[in-house]
C-alpha cells in the first residue's frame, strides 16, 4: 500500500477527460439533475442529486494519447448505444492529488443508469462484447464500478469544503470478516471530523488491466476545513501503511467537480 506525502496542488484540468464525448451535459436527465447555486464567498455550489433504484456508476479511466481512432470510434458508436438505453453522465471529479495508491486516472466520473434491467439489456445488444473488445485501444485503463441507489441520494460540493473519494480491498485474512480497512478507514474520517456522503459495499467492478476481485468500499468524504482534511491525511501517513500490508488496496483522490459553463 502507498500513502503519499503532500505535494503541491495540481492546476484543475482544463479539459473534460471521461468515457464520453460530452463529460458533463445533465440537462432533462429523467431520475438525475445536476445544478448549482452559491457559497457566502459567492462561489458557485454544484448540486447533483439522483433517485434511488437507477444504477451508479464511479468511473476512472486513463485515455491513451490522442489522436485515438479506436476512441473516437467509441464515442460515436457505443455511447449512443448506451445513451439509447438511459445512459447518462452526470458529474465529472477532477484529481487535485492523490492520496493513497498508484493508479492515477486522468478523472473520475459518475454515471448513471435509470435501472439494473436497462444495464441488462443494454449489455445483451449484440453489438456491445464487439465494442467493449475495443477498450484496450483506447484507454490505458478504464475501471467501472457499478451498485444500485438504495435510497435518494443529494450531494453538494461547496469550494470553500474538502472532497474525497477512497476505494478500499482489506486483506483477506482468516479469522477476520474481511473489513478491517474499511473499518479503520471510517474510524479516520470520524477522528478527523469528516462525513460520509456516499458509501457503497462490494460495488461490481469491471477493468481490462487491472487483475483483481474488486473494492470492499467506496467512500465519497467531505470536511469542513483544510484543518480537518489534513489531520485525516496525516493519520494515514502515521498508520495505514503500517497497519496494513500485502492483500490490501487502498486509493484515495483529493476531488473537485468539474463546474459547468
Not at 457503497?200 to 477493468?207: G, Q, S, W, Y
Request: proline share 6%; charged share 20%.
Amino acid at each position: 500500500m502507498t500513502i503519499r506525502a503532500k505535494k503541491a496542488l495540481k492546476v484543475t484540468l482544463a479539459f473534460a477527460v471521461s468515457i464520453t464525448a460530452c463529460a458533463c451535459t445533465t440537462s432533462a436527465i429523467p431520475g438525475g439533475h445536476q445544478s448549482a447555486d452559491f457559497n457566502t464567498a459567492g462561489q458557485k455550489i454544484v448540486t447533483l442529486n439522483i433517485k434511488h433504484g437507477r444504477v451508479f456508476q464511479l468511473i476512472a479511466p486513463i485515455a491513451k494519447a490522442a489522436p485515438n481512432p479506436s476512441r473516437a470510434n467509441y464515442y460515436s458508436t457505443a455511447i449512443p448505444l448506451a445513451r439509447s438505453h438511459g445512459y447518462t453522465t452526470e458529474l465529472q471529479l477532477n484529481i487535485v492529488d492523490t492520496i493513497a495508491g498508484n493508479f492515477e486516472p486522468d478523472a473520475l466520473v459518475f454515471a448513471t443508469w435509470p435501472s439494473a434491467d436497462a444495464y441488462r439489456a443494454f449489455s445483451s445488444e449484440p453489438d456491445w462484447p464487439e465494442l467493449k473488445a475495443t477498450r484496450p485501444d483506447a484507454w490505458t485503463e478504464l475501471k467501472i464500478y457499478s451498485a444500485v441507489l438504495e435510497r435518494d441520494l443529494s450531494l453538494r460540493f461547496d469550494p470553500l469544503k474538502f472532497y474525497a473519494v477512497a476505494i478500499a480491498e482489506s486483506p483477506k485474512v482468516s479469522g477476520t470478516d474481511g473489513r478491517q480497512l474499511e473499518q479503520y478507514l471510517a474510524t479516520s474520517v470520524r477522528a478527523s471530523a469528516g462525513r460520509i456522503l456516499y458509501q457503497t459495499d462490494k460495488p461490481e467492478f469491471e477493468a481490462h488491466a487491472t487483475r483483481q476481485l474488486g473494492p470492499d468500499t467506496i467512500m465519497l468524504i467531505e470536511w469542513q476545513s483544510e484543518r480537518e482534511y489534513e489531520s485525516f491525511r496525516s493519520g494515514l501517513l502515521q498508520e495505514a501503511s503500517s497497519r496494513f500490508g500485502d492483500g490490501s488496496s487502498l486509493e484515495i483522490f483529493n476531488v473537485v467537480p468539474k463546474q459547468r459553463n
